[in-house]
């Protein structure tokens, strides 16, 4: 279990710029994929990304306004519990375990859709042990389960890890910013630390 102050590190490596790229459901799994996050050194051909994945009664709820967003969904075999579909959208916010600004959804938004294993599940009444809250310009959506772990394309996560990347990232934007490099990176380009080294 990640601690509090690594927990916040990832939702600020993912506002700045992320974008939510994909969501997979196998059964108990839920993965949910994000890019463009400030975590390690940029190379020319590498995604710079993180995904998240939740277990063990998990859940997936979305919340909109406007049906044709969640289109994606459409895509669920409720049969077998399997998705597997690429999305794209930036993310304005992300949270964990805050059931205050998950009461902000139901307000903002005239509609949900769940998705869980768990016959019982009631969105209303959070029960597992970790969840996360997104919102996009769109839609918003909280996904959870009893096991929460973070993973880039190379490795699992951990406190120290995680640290070590976003160090590593920082380093790189820092850098970039003095040499102003001939191939730009909107990253670091639209970066809001920007006004603060120019």
């Known amino acids: 279990m990640m601690k509090i102050d690594s927990l916040n590190l990832i939702r600020d490596v993912i506002i700045n710029s992320g974008k939510w790229t ?3 459901i196998s059964q108990d799994s839920i993965y949910i994929e994000f890019k463009d996050v400030e975590l390690g050194k940029p190379k020319y051909f590498d995604e710079m990304a993180l995904t998240v ?18 289109d994606f969904l ?14 794209l959208f930036n993310v304005n916010n992300v949270k964990f375990v805050d059931f205050e600004y998950l009461n902000t959804f139901f307000h903002n938004y005239e509609n949900n859709k769940s998705i869980s294993i768990s ?4 969105i209303r009444n959070i029960r597992n042990d970790f969840f996360m809250l997104v919102e996009t310009d769109t839609i918003a959506f909280v996904v959870g389960g009893n096991q929460m772990d973070f993973f880039t394309p190379y490795e699992r996560l951990d406190d120290y890890s995680l640290k070590e990347l976003s160090n ?17 990176n ?13």
């Open 186 to 198: 909107p990253m670091c380009e639209n970066h809001p630390l920007i006004s603060n080294i120019k």
């Open 168 to 184: 590593d990232w920082m380093l790189y934007f820092l850098k970039y910013h003095l040499k102003r490099n001939i191939i730009k």
């Open 22 to 24: 994909s969501l997979e």
């Open 53 to 70: 994945r939740f277990a063990m009664n998990s859940f997936f709820t979305v919340f909109y306004n406007n049906i044709w967003d969640i």
């Open 119 to 122: 016959k019982n599940f009631n």
């Open 74 to 87: 459409s895509k669920y075999d409720y049969k077998n519990q399997l998705i597997s579909q690429e999305v």
